[in-house]
Each structure stands twice: as C-alpha cells, then as structure tokens.
C-alpha cells in the first residue's frame, strides 16, 4: 500500500488520516501539538518530528491546516515541503485558503516535477469520521484520478471543479452560503423559542418545510436540539467561528476581485467578526445563536 504523509491533525485531519489507517495506508503523521500526533499513533501511524520527516519516502502527501499563511509557510521557501520532495509525489492539499495562495503553491509544485490538487472539503468533522466528506477538487483532472483512491477512502462525493484554485474558490461560495444559513437558522431558532415553541418542534417544522436546510438537517444551532451537532456539547469539536470568519474573508476578496456584490456573505462576515472579538473564535460555529438569545 502507497505511504501517505499527513500534515495537520486537527479536528478534520486526525479523523481523516485515520480512515487512511483503517484502509491500510501507511501513514506518516506531523502535527504541532503533539497529543494530536499521539492519538493516531495509537492507531499504527508513525509520529514524524517534522513535515520534512513525515515526508521522507512518502508517495502522497495530504495536507490538512488552518489557512493559506500555513500551508504557504509548509511548502513554499528553501526549506519548505517542495524544495525537498523528490519529483513526482502527489500533494493533495486539503485545507481551506485563498485560490490565489492555492495557485501560488500549484506553481511551485509544477516547477518541481510535483502533481498537486487544491483540494478543500465539506461535511464537517462528522463527515471527516465517517468517510463521507465530499472535495472540491482543482487541477490537472488526470491527477485527480491519481488521487480518486485516497480520496475515496475519505470521502463519497469527489468534484472536478476546474483549472488550479478551483476547487477553492468552490469551497468559499459553498462556505459563505452555510454562514448565511447558519445565521438564518440560529436567529429563527431564537425568535419562535421566545414566542412559546419547543426548539426541537421548531426545528422540525423547519426542517420539513421551505426554510429547511443543511443546518436544521445536520447542525441545528440549539443546544439539545440534535445530540450529535456541536451545540449540544458547549459547541466544541467542530468547525471553529475564527475559520469561518476565515473563510468568509476569502469569499469578500474573492468577490471584489471579480467585481461581484454580496451583500449577505459580507453581512456573515461581520457577525463572525464579532464573535471571535467577543472571545467565541474558537468555539464551533453554531456558537452564532448565542448572539440571537437574551
Ligand atoms: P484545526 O485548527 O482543528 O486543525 C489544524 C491543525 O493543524 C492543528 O492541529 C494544528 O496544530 C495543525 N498545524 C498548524 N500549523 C501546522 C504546521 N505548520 N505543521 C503541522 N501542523 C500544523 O482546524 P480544522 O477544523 O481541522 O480545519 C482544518 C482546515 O479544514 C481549515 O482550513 C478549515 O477551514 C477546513 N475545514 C474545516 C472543517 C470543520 O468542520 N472543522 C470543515 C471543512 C473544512
């Protein structure tokens, strides 16, 4: 089986490099924190102590970081992950970043023999455990099939989206439209609790009606609405308010540079602003209906 190096086992990464695992990947983990790296070393991974070394003999490496600064900060320099990869390694890189950034990084990889996919993924970190997230791919689609099986292997729904930087800018129009639903759904949730309904009975309303959504399907915002969605458990381990204020940056830089108006994503953006001004970045980011409750 190919060796995969692993970078970035946050809430997303470590359960997608651990489906890697249960397919019978080898894999090479790096991570800053290392009780992140720990906890899939239990599972048979090797625990590098640099990305240098999670790389080294390694046919694919997959990348899972915050934001462009540190996927730029891995591959790009003298000493990044590119300038020591050996001609024709796969990179699949996976985290969330501007396009621009992305095609930043598509360059470097081309100039050194090195087949890279920007490849940014939604589903959330329940869709990470079980395997269903679906990618947004960008990049030669020959490559794409190179990579379809590590995909598949964490994924259901794999997407060619187009040229370098595709499946980026793919990722922020679906991200502003989850914040803008996000915020929808929490601000309904709290207007008819304080007129008398149940929040379960709303949510279910809602749900089967016209303003059903991925929310009220997946991520109710209310706490004890749906025992599996971040609000009911304080809104930890799942997509932090500070990467979405993140994402929907890039989707309003995205937006003036081809000159399009939208209105509701820079609305989103200037919620989420606030929230992580008031201390709630790294809280998931259902955490936008403590804002509609009194
Ligand atoms: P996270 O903050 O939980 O994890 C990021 C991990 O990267 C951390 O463990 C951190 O220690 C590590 N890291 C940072 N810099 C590093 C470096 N230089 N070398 C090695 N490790 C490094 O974030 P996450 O929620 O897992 O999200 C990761 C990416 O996926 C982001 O771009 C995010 O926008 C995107 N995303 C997240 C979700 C979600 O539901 N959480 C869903 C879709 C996409």
Same mark, same amino acid.
Request: aromatic share 6%.
């Given at each position: 089986?190919?060796?995969?190096?692993?970078?970035?086992?946050?809430?997303? +990464?470590?359960?997608?490099?651990?489906?890697?695992?249960?397919?019978?990947? !080898?894999?090479?983990?790096?991570?800053?924190?290392?009780?992140? @790296?720990?906890? @899939?070393?239990?599972?048979?991974?090797?625990?590098?102590?640099?990305?240098?070394?999670?790389?080294?003999?390694?046919?694919?490496?997959?990348?899972?970081?915050?934001?462009?600064?540190?996927?730029? &900060?891995?591959?790009?320099?003298?000493?990044?992950?590119?300038?020591?990869?050996?001609?024709?390694?796969?990179?699949?890189?996976?985290?969330?970043?501007?396009?621009?950034?992305?095609? $930043?990084?598509?360059?470097?990889?081309?100039? $050194?023999?090195?087949?890279?996919?920007?490849?940014?993924?939604?589903?959330? =970190?329940?869709?990470?455990?079980?395997?269903?997230?679906?990618?947004?791919?960008?990049?030669?689609?020959?490559?794409?099939? $190179?990579?379809?099986?590590?995909?598949?292997?964490?994924?259901?729904?794999?997407?060619?989206?187009?040229?370098?930087?595709? &499946?980026?800018?793919?990722?922020?129009?679906?991200?502003?439209? @989850?914040?803008?639903?996000?915020?929808? =759904?929490?601000?309904?949730?709290?207007?008819?609790?304080?007129? &008398?309904?149940?929040?379960?009975?709303?949510?279910?309303?809602?749900?089967?009606?016209?303003? +059903?959504?991925?929310?009220?399907?997946?991520?109710?915002?209310?706490? +004890?609405?749906?025992?599996?969605?971040?609000?009911?458990?304080?809104?930890?381990?799942?997509?932090?308010?500070?990467?979405?204020?993140?994402?929907?940056?890039?989707?309003?830089?995205?937006?003036?540079?081809?000159?399009?108006?939208?209105?509701?994503?820079?609305?989103?953006?200037?919620?989420? $602003?606030?929230?992580?001004?008031?201390?709630?970045? !790294?809280?998931?980011?259902?955490?936008?209906?403590?804002?509609?409750?009194?």
């Amino acid at each position: 089986m190919s060796h995969i190096a692993f970078i970035g086992l946050g809430n997303m +990464g470590l359960p997608m490099a651990r489906n890697l695992l249960k397919a019978a990947f !080898k894999v090479s983990a790096y991570d800053l924190q290392e009780e992140a @790296l720990q906890a @899939l070393v239990a599972e048979g991974a090797y625990a590098a102590q640099s990305a240098l070394e999670a790389a080294d003999g390694a046919e694919v490496v997959i990348s899972m970081l915050p934001a462009s600064r540190h996927v730029e &900060g891995l591959y790009l320099g003298e000493n990044g992950l590119l300038a020591n990869l050996l001609a024709g390694t796969l990179v699949l890189e996976c985290s969330t970043i501007a396009p621009d950034s992305a095609r $930043r990084v598509h360059q470097a990889a081309r100039a $050194r023999g090195i087949e890279m996919l920007d490849a940014p993924v939604s589903g959330g =970190t329940a869709g990470a455990a079980a395997g269903t997230l679906t990618f947004m791919v960008g990049g030669d689609p020959v490559c794409l099939e $190179r990579a379809r099986p590590y995909f598949s292997v964490m994924g259901s729904n794999i997407f060619h989206a187009g040229a370098e930087g595709s &499946g980026q800018v793919a990722k922020v129009c679906n991200n502003q439209v @989850l914040a803008v639903q996000m915020i929808a =759904t929490a601000e309904a949730m709290a207007m008819g609790v304080a007129n &008398g309904l149940q929040p379960a009975v709303l949510a279910e309303i809602m749900r089967q009606s016209s303003g +059903g959504n991925w929310t009220l399907e997946k991520y109710n915002p209310w706490p +004890g609405v749906m025992p599996q969605a971040p609000a009911s458990r304080g809104y930890t381990g799942g997509f932090m308010a500070e990467l979405m204020s993140k994402d929907l940056s890039l989707a309003q830089e995205t937006a003036l540079a081809s000159g399009n108006s939208t209105p509701m994503g820079a609305l989103a953006l200037h919620l989420y $602003r606030l929230l992580t001004k008031q201390g709630l970045g !790294k809280q998931d980011f259902s955490v936008v209906q403590q804002l509609f409750i009194d």
